[in-house]
């Protein structure tokens, strides 16, 4: 590759075609500390993809949220079981305390 394809400009073109937002606004400070402290350059590109990838995953949750239009003040705290009784509170509060029921087979 030639100098000039690492130009900061040239490398924000490539990175908005891509579609890599985090990595665009990541990617200076990361060279800089890479360079600083001697980063191979697995390291340096791993640390920014890892970025983007948690970028995406909130973006993706948050969008999520607000698609489903739930009311974010609604809470298991506050719901009330009264209200649905055939539904078992004591249930309902052991798999929300965890996430291991996702795993098991599911009964027959």
Not at 68 to 95: I, N, Y
């Amino acid at each position: 590759m030639t100098a000039a394809a690492f130009e900061p400009g040239r490398n924000a073109l490539m990175l908005n075609e891509l579609r890599l937002p985090t990595i665009g606004r990541l990617w200076p400070d990361f060279a800089e500390r890479s360079d600083r402290e001697g980063w191979p350059a697995g390291r340096f590109l791993g640390g920014l993809l890892e970025h983007e990838v948690a970028e995406r995953e909130k973006r993706r949750i948050e969008r999520h949220r607000v698609e489903s239009r739930l009311d974010v003040t609604k809470t298991l705290a506050s719901f009330e079981f009264s209200e649905v009784p055939m539904l078992s509170k004591a249930h309902v509060l052991a798999l929300a305390s965890g996430d291991s029921w996702l795993e098991k087979e599911p009964t027959s």
